[in-house]
């Protein structure tokens, strides 16, 4: 059998000020289940293809996993520095690489295509993490070498042309960046900050600077690391260090926290798929799991996912 962690969800804002909600509204039950293990891999960057494999990266392996429905992992490619991944609108696997930058993955062949990074070709100290727009942009994240005192990390947009934009340049360590289900607002964990911030989006890769703020402040931990967000707007952010997954209502308003065991405290990173919410974990090399309420965006409702039947 999975192995299982139950935790009690605590009430206590994590900052002054603000409302809790409680976690009730979120999780379906408050059992975490470990879904998958991959030995000796520092797992990151999940996300769900449209076969509902599960794809992550190995940060220490250099590895890109595929796993199947029972949690059985398999490696289809490698690359230098692979981090954040994403399904781009072909289908295919798209990746940031922090050491040669953005790759496109065809998950059939395992064959890895370069299409920008460093040099010439983008400019980028070393790629995080990326999120699709409807239009068939990436923001990504380029935090190597920023800090909360040397703020030079990026934020760009490419967009379907290939056309490359810096949105920002002086940001403390940015790391995981999601879109609002109306993709009017940018979500960006600024890690070296201890914050998430938010941008309103006024057109694709057009940010609105004036209207920039902090969405959420963290506490402990080494900071927000990889983001989701649900159907209803809500912001899951995995809390790097802290053994906690947080989640956020599109106001900024604290829902509570999603408790790892013990000897899972790196949560790294968050995808929700068909009722549950993914969380990998590096130090334990898993992919936990807990079941949700609300779906991803752009999901089909729970009554027609196998689980709830």
Known sequence: MAERHSFEPHQQNIS???RTLGLDPICAD???????HVPGARLEGP???TEGNLWVVGLNTRKVYRIDGAGAATAVAETPGPNGLAIGPDGNIYGADHVMGLFRLDQSTGVVAWLAGKGGHGNFRGLNDLTFDASGGLYLTDPRGSGEF????GLYYRAADGALTRLVDNMAYPNG???SPAQDMLYVAETAANRVVQFKIKAPGTIDLEDGRVFAWLNGGRGPDGLTVDAGGNVYVAHHSAGEVLVFSSLGFYYGAILMPDDA???NNVQIHRGYLYITEADGHSVWRIRTRIPAIGEDTKQNWPEYK
């Open 16 to 18: 002054a000020g603000g």
């Open 30 to 36: 408050f059992e975490l289940e470990r879904f998958a």
């Open 47 to 49: 996300v769900f293809d």
């Open 150 to 153: 040397r703020r030079c990390g």
């Open 177 to 179: 960046v999601a879109l």
């Open 265 to 267: 405290m790196v949560a």
